[in-house]
């Protein structure tokens, strides 16, 4: 209830079609099957006579030896399975600002490129053109930002505003169930990259991609993006086979010097194929393919970037270093050969990859294949020219995100009427503070010797200004977060002009009051 009331009509309206089709599954599943007459007296009493069976003429073999055909349910071969094929200058991502859904805008897409989105970049919709985000002083925030418990919320909203966008858009997606697959627990090659890190951390805390990943992406960033036909050039087969064993016995203790380019290609992109749980997960692995059937690429940008937010932690950054460092490799494409249809070609199967059983396929089969790999190549190609805005958060997923906090605070104050009493007489006094104290907000620095400060903000102000007030000598970086209210915590960026946040806040929410409370 608590979701459902901040969603917009178009996304209720999703999540209520999801849970009927659920429904309607779980009582055909659960229906009990009507029994036949027959059924009931299909067991026979020991010892009583049996009725004689008599055929009737037409019941009566043509052949003598030929016997009755008594199977009332005749072999049917099923259908066969028809397949449908799937349908330099940076421009601004002005769309992260809205505060309407990427839903409300695209009902007229199908009617021929009529929305708000297409009609501003129609002419140029390239995917190898960058959009680039907006300022960061108008607010912009990243998925880092934000807390783990604010992140398992907008995974919940970015889910429902992708459905409710795609089907908006009149693309289907189709969830498959993933298989089961044994991992291991020690090693390097098919563990899982939670288990990874969680051994990681304990030499290292607070790492956010595996060590071993990090090992070959610096050692092809430093020697390796200026040799031809990186990541394209296959190494020595009988060598990866030896460097994968010994990763795999003594990962700790593994001599990376005596590592080549080619050898850290190689067991670059056999790391990410051999993952048990791909590194887009299985969960969302056919949307990701289903991007392809939108024919706008500002609404496939944003249709990835909603699948980036889903994605779990360890996936995500795993996935924002390999795309950080395959555009260092595009950059380099003078020297290295490698233009950015070839990375995206050489990157592809190991992100998209389908296990297929038997040597022979047919020639539809492979045809199949073969588009499945060009989809994928677009794919990985719009995901390097985009990856910046993969990681944003829009300003309409962030205000759902404290509505809900909101909701679930309001919620959870289930008290007695004289404590709600209290608390009113408390509100009361409190707001006339609050109007006497407007565009004033209290900063606590317990590390520092100002505890506590009162700062007046202007339209001028900005984060860095505010955090400059604590810097002392020989003092770390220091960061600003919003903390309480209808945000758990919030990490605000250093050149956000915060007396606009401040007064987003103020018209979305009353932050204040909750902090008061």
Known sequence: LVLLSTLTRQQAATVRKRLDNYNETLKIRNRQPIRDVRDLFFCLVPGRPTLPTFLFNNELPEHPSSPPHTDCHPHTDPPPHTHTPVICQSRRADWLLRDSPYSEGVAEHKRGRTCWDCLCFHGDDNGDVPFVPVSPSQGLTWADDLSSCDLVRLGFISHIELSTFLLTLGVQTKRTRPPRIRTRDSGVFGV??????????????????????????????????????????????????????????????????????????????????????????????????????????????????????????????????????????????????????????????????????????????????????????????????????????????????????????????????????????????????????????????????????????????????????????????????????????YNVNINTEYYYIYILLSLLLSLLLFSFL
């Open 192 to 489: 899982p990259l939670n288990t990874l890190l969680e051994n990681d951390r304990k030499k290292f805390p607070g790492i956010k991609v595996p060590v071993v990943f990090q090992k070959l992406l610096c050692i092809l960033e430093q020697s390796g993006l200026q040799t031809e036909g990186i990541l394209r050039v296959p190494g020595s087969a009988a060598r990866l086979k030896y460097l994968r064993r010994e990763l795999d016995r003594c990962c700790g203790g593994f001599d990376w010097s005596a590592v080549r380019q080619v050898d850290a290609a190689g067991l670059l992109k056999l790391f990410i194929r051999e993952l048990p749980t791909p590194l887009l997960t299985h969960t969302h692995l056919s949307t990701y393919r289903s991007v392809l059937g939108i024919s706008s690429v500002v609404h496939q940008v944003q249709a990835l970037q909603l699948l980036s937010l889903l994605l779990p932690e360890a996936h995500r950054e795993t996935l924002r270093a390999m795309l950080v460092f395959l555009r260092k490799v595009v950059s380099h494409q003078d020297q290295n050969r490698m233009s950015l249809w070839n990375v995206s070609m050489v990157m592809a199967p190991n992100l998209f990859s389908r296990h297929h059983r038997g040597n022979k396929r047919s020639v539809a089969k492979q045809r199949e294949e073969m588009e499945e790999a060009m989809g994928g190549a677009q794919l990985v190609r719009l995901m390097i020219t985009q990856q910046d805005l993969l990681w944003t958060v829009p300003s309409f997923l962030l205000s759902q995100v404290r509505q809900m906090n909101q909701a679930s605070n309001q919620r959870q104050l289930g008290l007695t009427r004289t404590r709600r009493r209290l608390l009113r007489r408390k509100t009361n006094r409190d707001q006339s503070q609050v109007e006497l104290c407007e565009g004033v907000i209290r900063v606590h620095a317990p590390l520092h010797t100002k505890v506590s400060m009162a700062i007046q903000l202007d339209g001028q102000m900005r984060a860095k200004d505010v955090t400059a007030r604590f810097e002392c000598d020989n003092s770390p970086v220091q960061r600003l977060y919003e903390v309480g209210g209808n945000i758990s915590e």
